[in-house]
């Protein structure tokens, strides 16, 4: 198993030193915004959304939490758990709600915990998870904003529910592949030949999802850790800053390809998208069903937890194939 993924939290800002032009951004929505691109939402964009769904098939994009789970677990950080905290039986023996033998055994009762990082499984990573030079998003830095309990600017509590275009571009499919090949570094040249063969142009303010593939692993943790093609940072480039979308996400576990291609910084990716351009992504999709049924254009939903100064959070996102939809034959 590798010793190459990002990391999670606060200790990216004393790892990922700008160099260069690298340099947190400044909001063009202002001193205090905290979401960056995601300011490109509006209640007429939503509803225009909504308004052009034209099937009442949903397609689940999240995965699903287990023991041995696939996770960002290289440097210390912890692996989803899951354990009991009451059981039928136990209930009848320890009788905890004082309702005696004959209760608690017409009632059954079962109760359960979990622990984890905040970036496991499907989630969006908020704009304080990676910064340059000390300060995250729109200059909030970390002497001033960042206390035992978190951030006091960007954390995910501030993400609101996401209803956009989204657009798949199926980069495994383009290249006839079921998994890209091991550290596949995706190029601008994929995209733009991915969606010429999908049929499908990119707007402002979309969502795009980009699929690598590597889904088909997720259940294998040894062999999906093993590998990471992901994107390249020519092609998040052209698609922030020519095409101008909204959010990026992917089906992989971090994004970007691995390991960075780069001495001066280590997640090129994910410090261009969140600290210079305010951009959020999501990471570890499930995109296999959109890409089974070519739905290459849908009404993208999706809520996370207001984690409150987390640097990321769980969420489950769906895809409602709209009228224009390509449907397969």
């Not at 079921?178 to 010429?196: A, F, H, M, P, Q």
């Not at 994107?231 to 992989?252: F, H, P, R, S, T």
């Amino acid at each position: 198993m590798r010793k190459t993924l990002i990391i999670t939290a606060v200790s990216m800002l004393s790892v990922c030193a700008a160099v260069g032009q690298e340099k947190v951004g400044k909001s063009p929505w202002g001193s205090q915004d905290q979401i960056g691109r995601l300011n490109m939402m509006t209640d007429g964009s939503k509803l225009q959304v909504l308004k052009s769904i034209g099937s009442g098939k949903t397609y689940d994009l999240g995965v699903e939490y287990f023991v041995g789970m696939p996770g960002f677990n290289f440097l210390g950080d912890p692996e989803y758990q899951y354990w009991l905290t009451h059981t039928p039986h136990g209930t009848v023996v320890d009788n905890p709600n004082y309702q005696g033998e004959t209760m608690n055994k017409k009632v059954s009762y079962t109760s359960d915990a979990i622990s984890m990082l905040t970036h496991t499984g499907t989630h969006i990573d908020a704009l304080n998870h990676f910064g340059l030079n000390g300060e995250i998003w729109n200059g909030f830095s970390a002497n001033e904003f960042l206390g035992d309990k978190g951030w006091k600017r960007a954390g995910a509590e501030n993400i609101p529910p996401i209803i956009a275009r989204g657009v798949l571009i199926d980069v495994a499919g383009y290249k006839n592949q079921s998994v890209l090949d091991r550290d596949y570094r995706i190029s601008k040249e994929d995209l733009e030949g991915t969606l010429e063969k999908q049929k499908v142009e990119l707007k402002k303010g979309d969502v795009v999802l980009i699929r690598t593939g590597q889904a088909t692993y997720y259940n294998d943790a040894a062999k999906y850790l093993d590998q990471y093609p992901g994107v390249g940072l020519d092609a998040v480039k052209w698609l922030v800053e020519e095409k101008n979308i909204m959010i990026l996400g992917a089906d992989n576990l971090g994004l970007e390809a691995f390991p960075s291609n780069t001495k001066e910084n280590w997640v090129p990716v994910h410090s261009y998208l969140l600290a210079e351009k305010g951009i959020m992504f999501m990471e570890q999709l499930n995109l296999e069903g959109i890409a089974s049924d070519k739905i290459y254009e849908f009404a993208f939903v999706a809520s996370s937890l207001k984690l409150r100064g987390a640097s990321g959070s769980p969420m489950r996102p769906m895809a409602i194939p709209l009228a224009t939809a390509h449907f397969k034959n």
